[in-house]
């Protein structure tokens, strides 16, 4: 068993620390209040059986807490009052500088916490230590200067999630639907460099790719581009080829009709639509932004959201080619293919795609062999989102979804981001962003009510003041933020196109932007209270009846306030585990509820809970409809390369049920002895889940490549022993 230092470094369990520690604080009270030696290793033995039991590392504050709670409840005060005294001393001192030491062993590449606190994010290299140590200082000034008190300790005890701490220093938003469209028809600029209107269709996607980072790197969530944007510019180069063949034939003395040329210019057009969508791919995966990572992009692949005719059809050009090098996937430095991370795909499935006989159902065939190879593209039902939203739009990143629009049908908010391609006669998603998330813990609040229902309302009430504040710091902080800051975003056409100096104020109102409102754990929260699974009626009852709390307290916000609040499915990567671990510390180990070292992402069926596909969809989709800022529903399944027919029929169900899903499947491979089946899961003599190829035994995580959905998009290894835990106790739904 190992142990958390507060620096984030992890280092094997000693007992001795623990028991000597205990002997201090005993030999510094007087001789007629001091206990014996044998109460002293006593205590010391119950503190190691209860660490033992949780089945994980331990942090030093765990340990701490849990002697003072063995010497309260042996009764020797005076004892425990000069532990807690001497406790409380040290903390004081460390308050003094509480950077430093993180930001060493960040360096030095002990700190265990930073390399698992992202999935996508190599915490060796210099780039992300960089990104990790200006998150540290970010911290510090958010906990003592930026943030109440009982906000931070809220936070720092589980109670509440006050995400993305290591940069609210700076006024940045969470995510967005970048507004590719402005940027590429009406120009950018990037660096101080005007970059014009392309064109050529490789030329766009190439100035896309750059755009897309610059976005990325003045953000700190996810962001969407629709391949929409990029159609256009297919008949542009379709033009330009026209015209070269044309020309080239007649310098030859060739006289050939327009049909010829045209077969000829289309052959053109299908290599530079693979080349530019090669270049998307790649440039996507191999470009760093200054947060240590690659770009966490959508693209987004909707047919519909083309103009029907030929510029519909050059989309379809776009999607299918987009399809075809996702499935190739991308060589690892071995020159095999694997899985990438980025980008994410989205694929709407609508009326033209869904049935045999649609026009495009062959794409729709193809993003079904994609999933079943590279898990991706995820799927978006048309049928489901006009009916919840109105609209079909993208999310922002992974599953957070902006609010309807409610400017263009009041006519009275207009254009305040003064986008080139504003139209008053069409509802307007891309170029609105969300401002941030603070997650409430539906566990704790459970588990605080002690089973009794009048009780767990009023915490639960308690809990949405606490997160409704921390919310408005959090809109607050973004307030007065002048345009200079992040100039791809605010002048030049990503987000608005504000004039310099101009602050981003009316961007926050009117439902421009929206702010979420997270939580995760309902599946615990229902099992306490209940007893049961929310997938029973009457545990489905109170589960509903919890997210319209949420969602109640939402909407009261926004009347009070006019910015547009949203629950949200909180994707809770690293979340999970430290929530997990609060839990069990407030409360000790409750079976169903606080006995994993996870706690289950949003309204998510518990991952152990044996269902079918089709019925998780099902149930789940009626609390996706409760959570309209943000969630994604998916369901675990086997290979399923050989069984394309499965993945469609799932598809089709998709498209009828729910909102937003996806299909998670393994896709493996260990460089040190070739093996591409899946990479086992298991426990080392610490008690330490780690990464084991089955073949060969190996366990460097450095030497193999692992692709797992994690929380909405594929994470590739660099996961905390809560999320493992939680990937490797999945049970399949097919």
């Given at each position: 068993?190992?142990?958390?230092?507060?620096?984030?470094?992890?280092?094997?369990?000693?007992?001795?620390?623990?028991?000597?520690?205990?002997?201090?604080?005993?030999?510094?009270?007087?001789p007629?209040k001091?206990?014996?030696?044998?109460?002293?290793?006593r205590?010391?033995?119950?503190?190691?059986?209860?660490?033992?039991?949780?089945?994980?590392?331990?942090?030093?504050?765990?340990?701490?807490?849990?002697?003072?709670?063995?010497?309260?409840?042996?009764?020797?005060?005076?004892?425990?009052?000069?532990?807690?005294?001497?406790r409380?001393?040290r903390?004081?001192?460390?308050k003094?500088?509480?950077?430093?030491?993180?930001?060493?062993?960040?360096?030095?590449?002990?700190?265990?916490e930073?390399?698992?606190?992202?999935?996508?994010?190599?915490?060796?290299?210099?780039?992300?230590?960089?990104?990790?140590?200006?998150?540290?200082?970010?911290?510090d000034?958010?906990?003592?200067?930026l943030?109440?008190?009982d906000?931070?300790e809220?936070?720092?005890k589980?109670?509440?999630?006050?995400?993305?701490?290591?940069?609210?220093?700076?006024?940045?938003?969470?995510?967005?639907?970048?507004?590719?469209?402005?940027?590429?028809?009406?120009?950018?600029?990037?660096?101080?460099?005007?970059i014009?209107?392309?064109?050529?269709?490789?030329?766009?996607c190439?100035?896309?790719?750059?755009?897309?980072?610059?976005?990325?790197?003045?953000?700190?969530?996810?962001?969407?581009?629709?391949?929409t944007h990029l159609?256009?510019?297919?008949e542009?180069?379709?033009?330009k080829?026209?015209?070269?063949?044309?020309?080239?034939?007649?310098?030859?003395?060739?006289?050939?009709?327009?049909?010829?040329?045209n077969?000829?210019a289309?052959?053109?057009?299908?290599?530079?639509?693979?080349?530019?969508?090669?270049?998307?791919?790649?440039?996507?995966?191999?470009?760093?932004?200054t947060?240590?990572?690659?770009?966490?992009?959508?693209?987004?692949?909707?047919?519909?959201e083309?103009?029907?005719?030929?510029?519909?059809?050059?989309l379809?050009?776009i999607?299918?080619?987009?399809?075809?090098?996702?499935?190739?996937?991308v060589?690892n430095?071995?020159?095999?293919?694997?899985?990438?991370?980025?980008?994410?795909?989205?694929?709407?499935?609508?009326e033209?795609?869904?049935?045999?006989?649609?026009?495009?159902?062959?794409?729709?065939?193809?993003?079904?062999?994609?999933?079943?190879?590279r898990?991706?593209?995820?799927?978006?039902?048309?049928?489901?989102?006009k009916?919840y939203?109105?609209?079909?739009?993208?999310?922002?990143g992974?599953?957070?979804?902006?609010?309807?629009?409610?400017?263009?049908?009041?006519?009275?908010?207009?254009?305040?981001?003064?986008?080139?391609?504003y139209?008053?006669?069409?509802?307007k998603?891309?170029?609105?962003?969300?401002?941030?998330?603070?997650?409430?813990?539906?566990?704790?609040i459970?588990?605080?009510?002690g089973?009794?229902?009048?009780k767990?309302?009023?915490?639960?009430?308690?809990?949405?003041?606490?997160?409704?504040?921390?919310?408005?710091i959090?809109?607050?902080?973004?307030?007065?933020?002048?345009?200079?800051?992040?100039?791809?975003?605010?002048?030049?056409?990503?987000?608005?196109?504000?004039?310099?100096?101009?602050?981003?104020?009316?961007?926050?109102?009117?439902?421009?932007?929206?702010?979420?409102?997270?939580?995760?754990?309902l599946?615990?929260?229902?099992k306490?209270?209940?007893?049961?699974?929310?997938?029973?009626?009457?545990?489905?009852?109170?589960?509903?009846e919890?997210?319209?709390?949420?969602?109640?307290?939402?909407?009261?916000?926004?009347?009070?306030?006019?910015?547009?609040?949203?629950?949200?499915?909180?994707?809770?990567?690293?979340?999970?585990?430290?929530?997990a671990?609060?839990?069990q510390?407030?409360?000790?180990?409750?079976?169903?509820?606080?006995?994993?070292?996870?706690?289950?992402?949003s309204?998510?069926?518990h991952?152990?809970?044996?269902?079918?596909a089709?019925?998780?969809?099902?149930?789940?989709?009626?609390?996706?409809?409760?959570?309209?800022?943000?969630?994604i529903?998916?369901?675990?399944?086997p290979?399923?390369?050989?069984?394309?027919?499965a993945?469609?029929?799932?598809m089709k169900?998709?498209y009828?049920?729910?909102?937003?899903?996806?299909?998670n499947?393994?896709?493996?491979?260990?460089?040190?002895?070739g093996?591409?089946?899946?990479i086992q899961?298991?426990?080392?003599?610490?008690h330490?889940?780690?990464?084991?190829?089955?073949?060969?035994?190996?366990?460097?995580q450095?030497?193999?490549?692992?692709?797992?959905?994690?929380?909405?998009?594929?994470?590739?290894?660099?996961?905390?022993?809560?999320?493992?835990?939680?990937?490797?106790?999945?049970?399949l739904?097919?």
């Open positions: 068993m190992n142990v958390i230092k507060r620096s984030g470094e992890e280092v094997t369990f000693d007992a001795a620390k623990i028991e000597n520690a205990v002997r201090k604080a005993n030999a510094a009270t007087e007629a001091r206990t014996d030696e044998d109460e002293i290793t205590i010391t033995n119950s503190v190691v059986d209860k660490c033992m039991a949780l089945g994980r590392a331990v942090s030093v504050e765990e340990i701490q807490d849990m002697v003072e709670n063995e010497l309260m409840a042996a009764q020797i005060f005076q004892v425990a009052h000069n532990y807690i005294t001497y409380y001393e903390a004081l001192v460390r003094a500088n509480t950077t430093d030491k993180q930001i060493l062993t960040l360096i030095g590449r002990t700190n265990e930073a390399k698992q606190e992202n999935s996508n994010k190599n915490p060796t290299v210099n780039s992300t230590q960089r990104d990790y140590m200006a998150g540290e200082v970010s911290k000034i958010t906990k003592r200067f943030l109440p008190q906000i931070w809220a936070h720092t589980g109670i509440i999630h006050f995400h993305d701490s290591d940069y609210f220093a700076q006024p940045r938003y969470n995510c967005c639907l970048t507004n590719l469209e402005d940027t590429l028809q009406n120009g950018t600029v990037i660096s101080e460099t005007a014009e209107k392309p064109h050529s269709f490789a030329t766009a190439n100035i896309a790719t750059q755009i897309i980072a610059q976005v990325a790197s003045n953000q700190y969530g996810g962001q969407t581009v629709s391949l159609a256009p510019f297919v542009v180069s379709r033009q080829h026209r015209k070269a063949v044309a020309e080239e034939l007649a310098a030859a003395g060739i006289d050939v009709d327009n049909d010829k040329i077969i000829i289309e052959k053109r057009v299908r290599k530079e639509i693979s080349t530019g969508v090669q270049t998307i791919q790649y440039q996507i995966i191999t470009l760093m932004t947060n240590g990572q690659a770009p966490f992009v959508t693209v987004f692949m909707y047919l519909d083309a103009e029907e005719g030929q510029t519909r059809d050059d379809a050009l999607i299918e080619e987009m399809l075809r090098q996702r499935m190739l996937g060589k430095e071995k020159g095999v293919y694997i899985t990438p991370a980025f980008p994410k795909l989205i694929y709407v499935l609508d033209d795609n869904i049935h045999e006989d649609s026009k495009y159902w062959y794409l729709t065939k193809l993003a079904a062999e994609c999933t079943a190879k898990m991706v593209p995820d799927y978006i039902s048309a049928k489901l989102m009916e939203k109105g609209d079909v739009y993208g999310c922002m992974c599953r957070s979804f902006l609010t309807p629009d409610r400017f263009t049908d009041t006519g009275k908010f207009g254009n305040p981001e003064h986008a080139g391609n139209d008053p006669s069409k509802h998603y891309y170029g609105r962003f969300n401002q941030g998330v603070v997650t409430i813990n539906l566990v704790d459970a588990c605080s009510s089973k009794d229902m009048k767990f309302w009023e915490i639960f009430d308690e809990r949405l003041d606490l997160c409704y504040r921390a919310l408005m959090r809109h607050n902080r973004l307030k007065g933020t002048p345009s200079d800051v992040a100039p791809i975003l605010w002048q030049n056409g990503a987000i608005a196109r504000l004039q310099k100096g101009e602050v981003i104020d009316p961007l926050l109102y009117n439902g421009y932007s929206t702010i979420s409102l997270g939580y995760g754990g599946s615990e929260c229902v306490y209270m209940t007893g049961l699974s929310h997938t029973t009626p009457e545990g489905e009852k109170f589960g509903l919890v997210m319209q709390h949420m969602n109640d307290a939402c909407a009261k916000w926004k009347a009070d306030t006019n910015i547009d609040f949203s629950v949200y499915g909180t994707p809770m990567e690293s979340t999970t585990y430290k929530f671990k609060c839990l510390e407030r409360f000790g180990i409750i079976e169903g509820v606080t006995d994993k070292n996870y706690i289950t992402n309204y998510h069926i991952v152990t809970e044996e269902i079918n089709f019925d998780k969809l099902t149930k789940e989709a009626r609390f996706q409809k409760l959570s309209p800022g943000g969630a529903s998916y369901v675990e399944v290979n399923m390369q050989n069984n394309i027919q993945v469609l029929a799932l169900h998709i009828k049920t729910i909102m937003y899903a996806e299909l499947t393994k896709s493996d491979y260990c460089q040190v002895c093996y591409d089946g899946e899961i298991k426990e080392d003599e610490h330490k889940l780690i990464w084991t190829c089955p073949n060969c035994g190996n366990t460097d450095n030497k193999m490549n692992v692709a797992r959905r994690t929380c909405g998009y594929i994470g590739t290894q660099y996961w905390n022993q809560g999320r493992t835990q939680e990937i490797k106790e999945r049970v739904h097919l």
